[in-house]
């Protein structure tokens, strides 16, 4: 009997299926393509038996190969973008339409794609009247679909929000010309370092040499600088509160509520047990505790713990999570909700918080004061005394805080250092939360989220604005207790909207790419600890190599490439898990103050439990898809901004300290050179690798390291070293240092890694002409 041809499809056909699945998903406007994984392939393709095992060979090389990428959303082209994309718009094409391209791109994936967008037929439902169109230099969330053609734009798309116009006024630091009694502007953005403005004196206002200011752009003559008049003084540049002002301008950050806002906080009324028809649970004989750092000004949860008296929980606990009920006084559509959607989040500077709602709600009505009653959601859990959560229920009530207490406050009483506050509190209160906790952490450990360590820093300032001094505040278990509680109900949140069948907006972290899991494999090859290649990878792994090299010379270089290995969180409509925390399903339930996440939560749990007015709307998955990804373009935002704050106040503190020196760790290896972190205040600056010794340092990217091609001396990644400060740029919040720490002799590591690389480089090349000569 002939044999039965094999079912096995062609790579060319695996890939073909891939991209035309993707594609027709997209062009029935689901809001999520359903997930591509072997199984799907298999059952298109008719594969079954023996046969998967060659199917799963293969589509492990064309992930290896870099054809496809695979994450928890299941298997997709390289470089396919999702359906909604934060782009920015950057030009026209020869029939004007307007061209994006992603805002965030990573190399590896290949050329960035361009999207060409195309207005709406007709305006978008709910769209404000008269809203402005999109233009060139905007940003906006985009719905894209495959064009499918060579040559150009390889997608189509439709803006579905425009986040922000392209800024009108400039940013900059004026200079004053003595002579004409005007000045010029140096713009503070960076892209805008080699222009300037010529002001006039008519025009400069009340700027003094230095101050940062706010200008409108006049004309351009055919000769001499483009002209510009002062529009508002912001301060001076020895202020750290205008080197925030230049984050907030820079990323577009909206600081100023709108008037219509402002109106509705006023005008909101403090909750009552019985209100619209609906009545709370009286919980405020429940001594339910605040703990928070000692500066913060609003405090939205609240915890308690006892023992639990039923007798399927022996030793067990009943832990509450009490939230502030943000819900009840922004409701979906108003005014509040609409500017809260816009900023998605608070955002947080060393002087300053620009905060989502405006500070009748977040400082007032909504923040758990002691002794004064408060709406809230709680979340009532039981858990077993090896910390396992047994069942949940959540509640809407009024509490009454009984204390609010600081971090360091609640551990002193724990230590046996109580004060007036905390002394009352101590048996009743405090030490039942840390036994919980104590049981919490067994099945944390038993979960082994990734367990990195990442000391922060914090920024104390002086009362004229300027750095005081820059620490690492200390760990407390107090912190470690707060944050697994609110993990617990983060998760019982989720848990509970999946079982009552409600859309939610999911916090989601995706595996590593093969890609990092590859190069990090390859660099832990040469301290000798083993990563297989092609594995399914869990945090366990990472926190065994994490335990390997604790302690020894590997620790912060290994530490540190773990955490680049890793995939940055995002908020979902469409759950594919939690790596880091290694949970499946994970949501933001416990700062709806601060995150707008956290209030879709809220109202989501409203509607779903009856739990009265303010609950989500009808919605469907697609229109909260929209809204994760602005606000989890929202929240990159924010860091972006706080981490360029945090660099310019440094390099304005570290600028009249040029010559000193100061001890670090490399904390990045370029072939352009080395980046510094300092130890004391953990500013980044930057060492030129024409500047290193007299050799010639080639860039070894498996070692994360320069090695002098004579010498032999290596710079590597983690290394600790000293270098002395040359320059400071406090506008570009830059350093460069010079290198005073010779480089370790590796040559011969370092050389097996290179020749280690080019063997696996040949192996590739040399598996791809074989196929080829197979196929032909």
């Not at 509705?264 to 429940?286: I, M």
């Not at 040029?658 to 060492?687: E, H, M, Q, W």
């Amino acid at each position: 009997m002939p044999k039965k041809p094999s079912p096995i499809p062609s790579r060319e056909d695996i890939l073909a299926f891939i991209a035309r699945e993707t594609k027709a998903a997209t062009e029935a406007g689901a809001a999520h393509p359903d997930k591509i994984g072997k199984r799907e392939i298999a059952r298109a393709f008719g594969i079954r038996g023996d046969d998967k095992i060659l199917l799963k060979k293969i589509l492990k090389e064309l992930e290896l190969e870099g054809e496809i990428q695979r994450s928890r959303k299941g298997l997709h082209e390289k470089g396919a973008l999702p359906q909604i994309v934060l782009a920015d718009i950057t030009t026209r094409d020869r029939d004007g339409d307007l061209i994006a391209v992603p805002a965030e791109w990573e190399e590896d994936l290949g050329p960035l794609p361009r999207i060409v967008i195309f207005a709406p037929k007709k305006p978008r439902f709910g769209a404000r009247p008269g809203a402005p169109a999109a233009g060139i230099g905007d940003r906006a969330l985009v719905r894209v679909t495959p064009t499918g053609e060579t040559g150009g734009p390889a997608y189509s798309g439709r803006v579905v929000k425009l986040l922000s116009r392209a800024a009108k006024r400039v940013l900059g630091v004026f200079r004053e010309d003595p002579r004409s009694g005007g000045g010029r502007i140096v713009p503070v953005d960076k892209k805008m370092r080699d222009k300037e403005f010529k002001v006039s004196e008519a025009d400069r206002g009340e700027a003094r040499d230095g101050d940062l200011v706010s200008v409108e752009t006049l004309s351009r003559g055919r000769l001499g600088l483009p002209v510009a008049k002062v529009r508002e003084r912001l301060g001076s540049m020895n202020s750290e509160k205008a080197i925030s002002l230049i984050a907030i301008n820079t990323h577009g950050i909206p600081d100023l509520f709108r008037p219509e806002t402002i109106e509705a906080s006023e005008h909101a009324k403090p909750a009552r047990v019985e209100a619209e028809g609906f009545r709370r649970e009286d919980w405020r004989s429940l001594p339910l505790i605040t703990i928070d750092p000692p500066d913060a000004k609003d405090h939205d949860d609240a915890v308690h713990a006892a023992p639990d008296d039923a007798p399927d929980n022996p030793e067990g606990f009943i832990v509450t999570v009490a939230i502030a009920d943000v819900s009840w006084y922004v409701r979906p559509g108003g005014a509040l909700d609409r500017e809260a959607l816009d900023r998605g989040n608070s955002v947080y500077f060393p002087d300053r918080v620009v905060p989502m709602l405006p500070e009748r709600i977040s400082n007032d009505l909504c923040s758990l004061r002691g002794g004064e009653d408060r709406p809230a959601l709680a979340c009532r859990m039981r858990i077993g005394k090896d910390g396992h959560k047994l069942d949940h229920s959540f509640h809407r009530v009024m509490m009454r805080s009984a204390a609010k207490l600081s971090y360091q406050q609640a551990q002193d009483a724990i230590d046996g250092r109580p004060d007036d506050t905390t002394k009352p509190l101590l048996d009743e209160v405090l030490r039942p939360l840390w036994r919980a906790h104590e049981a919490t952490k067994i099945a944390r450990e038993k979960r082994s989220p990734l367990d990195l360590d990442l000391p922060e820093r914090k920024i104390l300032l002086k009362e004229d604005g300027t750095v005081d001094r820059v620490l690492t505040p200390p760990r407390l278990d107090a912190h470690k207790l707060i944050e697994e509680f609110m993990i617990l109900a983060n998760v019982a949140a989720a848990e509970t909207l999946e079982a009552e069948k409600s859309h939610l907006i999911y916090r989601a972290h995706d595996e590593p790419s093969v890609e990092k899991l590859n190069a990090l494999s390859e660099f832990l090859a040469t301290i000798g600890i083993k990563l297989a290649k092609g594995q399914v990878i869990k945090p366990t792994q990472f926190n065994a190599i994490l335990a390997k090299v604790r302690g020894t010379e590997h620790e912060n270089v290994v530490n540190e490439i773990v955490l680049r290995t890793q995939a940055q969180a995002e908020y979902v409509a469409e759950n594919y898990g939690h790596f880091g925390l290694h949970l499946r399903r994970y949501a933001h339930f416990t700062s709806p103050i601060r995150r707008y996440a956290d209030l879709i939560v809220h109202r989501a749990l409203v509607r779903a439990l009856d739990l009265g007015p303010g609950g989500l709307p009808e919605m469907g998955r697609e229109h909260l898809g929209e809204i994760a990804a602005r606000i989890s373009a929202a929240e990159r935002r924010a860091m972006a901004a706080e981490r360029e704050t945090t660099d310019r106040l440094i390099a304005t503190f570290l600028a009249d300290k040029i010559g000193a020196s100061f001890t670090g760790r490399i904390a990045g290896v370029t072939p352009a050179g080395l980046f510094v972190k300092l130890a004391d205040t953990g500013a980044d600056g930057f060492v030129p690798a024409a500047t290193l010794g007299n050799d010639y340092f080639r860039f070894e990217e498996a070692y994360h390291a320069l090695v002098g091609s004579r010498s032999g001396e290596t710079y590597q990644l983690g290394d600790a070293v000293e270098v002395r400060l040359v320059e400071a740029a406090p506008f570009a919040g830059a350093l460069r240092f010079e290198m005073l720490s010779d480089g370790k002799p590796r040559v011969g590591r370092a050389s097996a890694i290179k020749a280690k690389v080019s063997r696996t480089r040949a192996a590739k090349t040399a598996a791809k002409t074989s196929r080829r000569r197979q196929r032909a």
